[in-house]
């Protein structure tokens, strides 16, 4: 089974000024920027390898996704 990957980074605003929707980590999406992990762009093993990480006030970091059995 092909390896899942997300950019992902901590979410800099405190909590106080979250919304009710905001998460602690956001999800890189290619066409929008960081949000929700619903709407976040999908990377194989192999164009994680040769992806470009996004600039952010947080450094970003792959996760590799759980796997479904």
């Known amino acids: 089974m092909a390896r899942l990957f997300v950019i992902a980074t901590d979410n ?32 194989t093993e192999f164009e994680a390898k040769i992806y470009d990480l996004p600039i952010a006030d947080d450094q970003p970091i792959w996760v590799e996704l759980p796997t479904l059995s």
């Open 12 to 43: 800099l605003m405190p909590a106080s000024e979250r919304d009710e929707d905001d998460t602690a980590t956001l999800f890189w999406n290619a066409d929008d920027g960081f949000g929700t992990l619903s709407t976040a762009t999908f990377f």
